[in-house]
């Protein structure tokens, strides 16, 4: 949608799709592609979304296992002013430099809460080049940044967690603490279109319940209309900049209160929690972490806080992963604030993990970390660890977006399959 000449209205209302009966089956309007090049190139097939359930063919030849078919979905999806009843009108944009929705394949019904509803106003550029999408979101922030606010408050939200308790959430807040680095480029995250177009790819997956990141990201993100009936986590503090002197005095530079993420209708906020008895700057951070939690309480959102037991080593901050260090990590982080009724635990997988998860009732969602190992053995070790019963899901960033063969939907579905269908 092109910027207007100053004095139009901007705004057109909302595009809509056409409403079916509860509970039928919903259309998707058409073929999203699913490129067999790495993320960031032209995407040009011409594979399309079948009308069979989730479980046999997906997008080509790609699979999402079937027991991702068998789960009751996340649903709960709400517009603000818009009841269900009403008869939409229009269908929805493209997403971000993908081919045109076509209208003819249908989606099993289970998946029906994923099926944007509606196109608020505020997306850019529908109907444009991906390219020409993202310079509209730079002119945007140049000659009408209140933009940005008011979207937030139309965004479409959802329930925090569907029938089964479980999330996948896609981390991306990693770029605002200066780490860019993937296996062996250090610079893998650095470039903002090649970024956005892996999270777009990352959240249209079905299973994929929401998004981690910072505002610069999300806002991003919420422009483009991908955050749509999305769970939403601002990521807190990341004054810890990897490498610095001062990296465990971490302090809230992003969203620094409770208050900036419940005004934006987020569903919650995350802190990353490192303790090194020997750094005095950990006690600032444990402080921060505990008033944003006992803060975000008070506004019955969800507090995640990722916790490590920390040290240097040649003047690097490294993170110990043996169990017992994990365990203790867990205890500290878990009494942080005046109340744990809304904090979420992120940690990581490591050996003895069902010792780990012994030393807390707090709801765990696992890291992916940065994806040194072989996919297989990650998916192998998040499998067996979604077995256990405070585990309710993945925070994953790097591992699924910047997978080794770059295709990101297949390591999302995968990811996907395990978290919402059951142990592997």
């Not at 190139?41 to 030849?61: A, K």
């Not at 896609?170 to 062996?184: C, E, I, K, N, S």
């Not at 995250?189 to 990352?202: C, E, H, W």
């Not at 999305?230 to 002197?245: C, D, E, P, Y």
Request: hydrophobic letters at 40%.
């Amino acid at each position: 949608m092109p910027l207007q000449p100053p004095g139009q209205e901007q705004w057109q209302g909302l595009e809509q799709l056409p409403s079916q009966p509860a509970g039928r089956q919903q259309r998707w309007q058409g073929s999203e592609q699913l490129p067999s090049q790495p993320v960031g190139q032209q995407r040009q097939g011409s594979e399309q979304l079948p009308s069979q359930p989730v479980g046999q063919q997906l997008r080509g030849s790609e699979e999402v296992p079937s027991q991702l078919a068998e789960q009751p979905w996340q649903g709960s999806e709400q517009t603000p002013g818009q009841e269900p009843s009403q008869a939409p009108a229009h269908g929805p944009s493209q997403p971000a430099g993908r081919e045109p929705w076509q209208g003819s394949e249908q989606v099993p019904s289970q998946l029906a809460g994923q099926v944007p509803s509606q196109v608020p106003a505020y997306v850019v550029g529908v109907g444009q080049g991906y390219g020409a999408r993202l310079a509209e979101l730079t002119e945007i922030r140049v000659r009408h940044p209140e933009r940005i606010a008011d979207a937030w408050q139309r965004r479409r939200t959802r329930e925090l967690v569907g029938e089964d308790g479980r999330l996948l959430i896609v981390a991306a807040d990693h770029p605002a603490r200066g780490a860019l680095g993937v296996r062996d480029d250090r610079l893998a995250m650095a470039s903002r279109p090649g970024l956005i177009d892996r999270l777009i790819t990352a959240l249209e997956r079905p299973g994929v319940d929401g998004v981690l990141a910072t505002p610069d990201v999300l806002e991003d993100l919420l422009l483009l209309g991908a955050l749509e009936g999305k769970v939403v986590i601002g990521s807190m503090n990341r004054g810890g900049l990897q490498g610095s002197a001062f990296e465990l005095d971490d302090r809230f530079t992003a969203y620094a209160t409770a208050a900036d993420i419940a005004s934006r209708r987020l569903d919650g906020g995350k802190m990353l929690t490192r303790i090194d008895l020997g750094d005095p700057g950990t006690v600032a951070t444990l402080e921060a972490s505990a008033k944003a939690v006992t803060e975000l309480a008070e506004h019955k959102l969800m507090a995640m806080v990722e916790p490590f037991w920390s040290t240097r080593r040649d003047g690097r901050v490294t993170n110990v992963l043996d169990a017992d260090s994990v365990i203790k990590s867990v205890n500290i982080a878990a009494g942080l604030g005046a109340t744990s009724a809304y904090t979420w635990l992120k940690l990581p997988v490591v050996d003895d993990l069902d010792r780990v998860m012994d030393s807390t009732t707090l709801p765990t969602l696992l890291l992916g970390g940065d994806p040194t190992v072989a996919p297989e053995e990650t998916y192998a070790s998040w499998g067996k660890a979604m077995s256990l019963p405070s585990v309710r899901g993945l925070v994953v960033g790097r591992a699924l977006l910047f997978p080794p063969d770059g295709n990101v939907a297949y390591a999302v579905d995968h990811a996907a399959a395990l978290v919402h269908g059951g142990a592997a």
